[in-house]
């Protein structure tokens, strides 16, 4: 049984910083994937995986906020995604997922628009606004 809680969001202008986090109580002693996505309001608007870390650490980064956003997990396997340089594009509700799969798998079946990718909690709204 997975269950994820994220916290950390609310309201930050353009060009600052915010932290995510997310608590996990789930099988970590497994392989397993961790990620962030994100989905913004709207109409039938997909979902945009951020990005995930692994059990052997190894992190991947979407395009869009590589170099700007760190996802990093601590010893209890809590999950952060630390957020600077925010952008207007960046407000949407941000969920924390884990699978127990590769991250390649996560990547591809979010990319589908499949909803058995993984589990996810109720997310944390971002909102950017000066």
């Known amino acids: 049984q997975v269950h994820l809680v994220e916290s950390g969001g609310g309201s930050v202008q353009p060009g600052g910083s915010l932290r995510l986090t997310c608590a996990v109580a789930?099988?970590?002693?497994?392989?397993?994937?961790m990620g962030w996505f994100r989905q913004a309001a709207g109409f039938r608007k997909a979902r945009e995986g951020i990005a995930t870390i692994d059990n052997d650490g190894r992190i991947i980064y979407a395009d869009s906020v590589k170099g700007r956003f760190t996802v990093s997990q601590n010893a209890k396997k809590t999950l952060y995604l630390q957020m600077d340089s925010v952008q207007p594009d960046d407000e949407a509700t941000y969920y924390c997922?884990?699978?127990?799969?590769?991250?390649?798998?996560?990547?591809?079946?979010?990319?589908?628009?499949?909803?058995?990718?993984?589990?996810w909690g109720q997310g944390t709204k971002v909102t950017v606004s000066s």
């Open positions: 997922s884990l699978a127990h799969d590769r991250c390649n798998s996560w990547w591809f079946l979010l990319r589908e628009r499949r909803d058995d990718f993984g589990s």
């Open positions: 789930a099988d970590t002693d497994t392989r397993y994937c």
